[in-house]
C-alpha cells in the first residue's frame, strides 16, 4: 500500500515537473513574442514620427512657396527687387 503511495507521488511529481518545464517554455516563448512586438512597436513609432516632421516640412515649404507666388502676382513690382 505504501509503495503505491510512493510510485502515485512519484508518478504526480514526475507529471508536474513535465506540466512546468512545458508551460515555463510556452511562457518564455511568449515573452520572446512580446519583446518582438514592443521593438516592432518602438520602430513603427519613430518612423511614424519622422514621416509627420517631414509632412509638416513639406506643407510650410509649399505655404512658403504659395505666398511667394501670391505676393509676386498682388505686387509685382517687388518682384523686379527681389
Known sequence: MRRDQEKFDKAVKTELQS???????EIETLRNKLNDAERSQTINTRNR????????????????????EAMSILDPAEQNFA
Open 19 to 25: 506540466i512546468s518545464a512545458t508551460y515555463q517554455k
Open 49 to 68: 514620427h519622422m514621416m509627420q516632421e517631414n509632412l509638416k516640412k513639406v506643407f510650410m515649404r509649399s505655404v512658403c512657396a504659395l505666398n511667394f
